[in-house]
Structure formats: C-alpha cells, structure tokens
C-alpha cells in the first residue's frame, strides 16, 4: 500500500518545483511582480536585458561552452569505447575512471586551475630548466575570453559521467558477436563499432548528453573559476544580478534567465541537427564500403585522450592537497620548502557551520530520496511496467538550466518567508540529488534475479521477509553506492545553495567558490580539499560496509 505513494512522490518532487519556479521566472520577466512594484506586465525588464552590455557576448559564450563541452566529452567516450571495449585494458581503465565521478565540479575547476595557470604546477615543473622562467609569464590562461580553460574544466568531469552512462547501456547490445561479424566483413575495430553498435547505444544515451548541454551552457561554479570575466559567461552575470542589493535588478536577472533557457534549448536544437549531419555521414561512409582497417592511430589517441582527462583530475586534486599543506612555495620552486598544518587550523573554526551544512543537507536529501526511489521502485515490481515517460521524467531537472527555475523558486520562497531555511535548502538539493540516486540504482535493481525470492516463497517465507533478509543484503552494494552518489551530488551543489540559502547558509562549496576571488591558494586548496574529500568518504562507506558484512561470503563481494 505504501509503494502507491513512491511515483505521485516522485512526481511531485522532479515537476513540481520546476513549474512553480519556471513560473516564478516568467512572470517577473514580464514586469509582473507586485512584492516589488510590478503590478503590471511589461516588456520593459526584455528591453533592459537587451541594452545590457556584452550580454550576446555572454549568450553566446554559454551558447559555445555547452555545445564544445558535449561534443568533446562524447567524442573522447565514443572512440575509447570503440577502441577498447571488452579488452582487459579497458575493465582496468573504467575502475580508475568510474571514481572521478565522486568529485565535485568545482574542486576539479580548483584542481585544474591550479594546474595550468602560468604559476601553476606544470609551469613550475618545467621551469626554470627548460622555459627559462623565474617568474610566471604574463599569459592569460586561466579565465581566457574564449573560455576554453572553462571548457576544458567540464570535458574533464563529464567525460566518465558519460563513461558511466555508457557503460550502463553496453550490455544492452550483442557487443562480442557484433564485433565478429564486423571483423569477418573486413571492417577494423572502431569502425565496426561506430557503423553497427554505437548507434544503439547512443539512443539509449541521448537524454544524458542533452543533460550535459543544458548544464555546460549554464553552468555557474565553473564558470566564474575557470571562465572568463569580461564579461562573464551568461549564467555567471545572472547570479550577479540576482545578488544585487538593488531589488529592481530581480527584473533584469528573470529576463536573462528566460534568455538562458533559450540558449540551453537552442544548444540541444543545434545538438539535433548535428547528430542528423554526424548520421547522415556514418551511413556514407559506410555506403562507401569504407573499413578503416588501418586504426592504430586512432585507438592510440582515444586511449591517451582518455587517460590524460583522468590524470588531469588526479593531479589538478593532488595539487590541492599540496597546497591545503604548503608553507612557503614561491615560484618556480616544484614544491613547497615546507608543509605545515597551519592553513587547516587557521581555516578550521571558519569551516565547522559550512561543513555541518553540508553534511547534513547532503545526509537528509540523499536519505529522503533513496526513500521515494526505493517506493517507485517497489511499484514498477508490483505492477510489472516502467512509467510513460518516466525517464524524461528523472532527467527534467537535468535538462533544465537551474538559473531558469531557481531564480523563480528562491522568489516563491522569499514571498513564503520559507527562504535561507534547512527545510527549504533540504527540498532545493533533493530536487538534483533525486534523478542520480534513481539513476545510480535502476539498473541494478532492474537485473536482480527474482529466482531468488521464488526460492524463498517455496520455503514458506513472507514478502516482507523476503525483502529484508534475501533481496536487500544482496544489493548492499549498489544500494550503498546509490547513496553514495547521491550525497557527492548533494556536495557539489553551488546555484541552488547559493539561492535558496540566501547567503546565510553556506556549504563548503559555496565558500571555496567565494574564495575563488581571493587568490589565496592555501585557503582555496583547504576548502577544495575538503570538498572533494567528503565524497569520497561516502564512496569508501559503500566499498567497505559489503565487503565487512560479506567477508565470509565469497559470491556477496562481488
């Protein structure tokens, strides 16, 4: 009876407060906001948005970022995947990969930005023995106006997001037996996968990559550590807006908020269209009878384009941890003359109230929804059927630019006096932590084995009992990772904390974005350190806890 509840719950969590915020959007956007004056509709707040400088600078930027992003990430997974797939070498790479989803994006921002800029750790690497430098040079790396260190930021994390996501599709297709039918057709190894296999793999990906559009043309964190500053990508100068003490600036900040939803969307319409171009030239090539048989070259650089992204995270995060401990590091020294752990207890009383926060934001959104997960779950069993629509359904606040409803709900908020509220905070991360944890657990859920439960029917056990002690040990795992999943994400969240918290509850997130613009490396890396940290240790808890609880059990710790 309690499982009927699992989808109108669901529902209401992924829809309701995205119309609600949509709307609150749209309506100021208008003119139309009677708590401040607008009691009328007007295009005024349009036209003001129009006349704003650079904003078609700004526009397209995001326009660029979100579909450069995409592009690059799906590339660097599809040619891996073609390349290497079912090889020892690839399970090897995909365990080092799969982790990195765990890390936030702005600690990998910090990481990487930490890495490239002319002081950064390469620079002094190299220095002053082959560049000659003893002082860093004068180049404009990161926050370029091309944004490309920013784009680079996000193809470094999305890419083993799509991984993942690629990974969950792959046994859905007859990938050994396709490969030898290809390959006694003479075609080479990625251009049989790429003609034959990839395209039913891609459909069942497709909503993913649209969701990294949508977040790469809107991201904010990333953008205002990595991006570019004059002027600013289009979701970075709407926070500003949104953030001004001038209450008339929530007009302008809704208007442009429409224009980033009709940037998003016209990213994923020219998506289409290049997917259309990219298909229509696969089936050309094919029609050719071209067998790329000859593809050394190409697995080599898919192989090293994959590896390179992951060490780029690897050593930007080391390079954080360096810096949280370092003491005096002028440039171009390669390392600190000494480590100290006076950045942490310096920045210790200051992180405690973020810190507590974040957990248990983290801890009560993850818990609450791997509950409604678990009733949605309970009730596709039940009724034997997937939901209509059901995975549009979990991807809508992915597909959504946050700025787009997110500025409209912290308004709805603030007209409720329910604003800068631990409930109200609780809510805005469940709204992003809920689709991961659906995601993270489905599938796993979906291949159990019900043999299992017909066994213990036959034995006289009952449904409740049969679920708590046959069905629920044997997902520990991915019930734990689900979870897992769902507090990295809950971590990661800057936009909604930013908003919804009103400046008066602070994540660790939001303060080591804050400090971004302070330039202290030291304090930067203890923040960053931190964030990417607490992650990770829920990732440990779902490692350890089956192999603790099953360490007698030899089939259990797989």
Request: with cysteine.
């Amino acid at each position: 009876m309690l499982t009927r509840v699992g989808p109108p719950l669901a529902v209401l969590l992924l829809s309701g407060p995205i119309l609600a915020g949509l709307a609150g959007t749209i309506l100021p956007a208008f003119g139309y906001l009677p708590a401040l004056g607008g009691t009328a509709f007007s295009l005024a707040p349009l036209r003001e948005l129009a006349a704003a400088p650079g904003i078609a600078h700004s526009a397209l930027l995001s326009l660029f970022a979100g579909l450069a992003a995409a592009t690059l990430s799906l590339i660097v997974v599809m040619l891996f995947v073609a390349a290497w797939a079912g090889t020892p070498l690839f399970s090897r790479i995909q365990h080092v990969i799969s982790p990195l989803l765990s890390v936030p994006h702005a600690a990998a921002a910090f990481g990487l930005a930490f890495l490239i800029a002319p002081s950064g750790f390469l620079a002094r690497l190299v220095s002053p023995e082959l560049t000659g430098w003893t002082r860093p040079p004068d180049w404009l790396i990161v926050n370029d106006p091309m944004g490309l260190s920013m784009i680079a930021g996000l193809v470094v994390k999305e890419v083993p997001f799509l991984l993942l996501v690629t990974l969950a599709a792959l046994p859905q297709v007859p990938l050994a037996r396709t490969r030898m039918l290809v390959a006694s057709l003479g075609y080479g190894r990625v251009a049989g996968f790429l003609f034959c296999v990839w395209p039913p793999i891609y459909r069942q990906i497709r909503l993913p990559v649209f969701a990294v559009i949508a977040f790469a043309s809107s991201v904010v964190d990333v953008a205002i550590i990595l991006g570019p500053s004059a002027p600013p990508t289009l979701a970075a100068r709407l926070v500003e807006w949104m953030n001004d003490p001038d209450l008339s600036m929530r007009f302008l900040a809704s208007a442009g908020a429409l224009l980033q939803l009709a940037v998003s969307a016209l990213a994923i319409l020219l998506w289409i269209v290049i997917e259309h171009i990219g298909a229509a030239f696969r089936d050309r090539l094919a029609a050719a009878g071209r067998r790329c048989v000859r593809d050394r070259l190409v697995r080599t650089v898919a192989l090293v384009a994959m590896l390179a992204s992951a060490a780029t995270v690897f050593a930007g995060l080391a390079t954080l941890a360096i810096w949280s401990v370092a003491g005096l590091w002028q440039f171009p020294d390669a390392l600190p003359r000494g480590f100290s752990l006076r950045n942490w207890t310096t920045a210790l009383p200051r992180i405690l109230a973020p810190l507590a926060t974040t957990v248990i934001a983290g801890l009560v959104s993850t818990l609450i929804a791997f509950a409604i997960t678990l009733l949605c779950l309970l009730r596709e069993d039940e009724t034997g059927r997937i939901g209509r629509g059901s995975a549009l359904l979990i991807y809508l606040p992915l597909l959504v630019p946050q700025v787009a409803f997110l500025f409209g709900l912290q308004l709805l908020f603030l007209l409720s006096g329910a604003v800068a509220g631990l409930p109200a905070l609780i809510l805005a991360h469940l709204v992003f932590v809920m689709p991961y944890v659906f995601l993270s657990l489905s599938d796993p859920w979906r291949a159990y084995d019900r043999r299992y439960e017909a066994i213990a029917a036959g034995l006289g056990k009952s449904r409740l009992k049969t679920f708590l002690a046959v069905r629920l040990p044997m997902l520990t795992r991915p019930l734990l990772t689900a979870m897992a999943v769902g507090f990295a994400v809950s971590v990661g969240l800057y936009l909604p904390t930013v908003l919804i918290g009103a400046g008066r509850l602070t994540t660790i997130t939001t303060e080591a974005v804050t400090l971004a613009s302070g330039g202290n490396r030291r304090v930067i890396g203890v923040y960053a350190f931190l964030q990417m940290v607490l992650p990770m240790m829920g990732f440990v808890v779902a490692t350890l806890v089956p192999a603790l609880l099953f360490r007698r059990f030899r089939a259990m710790r797989v």
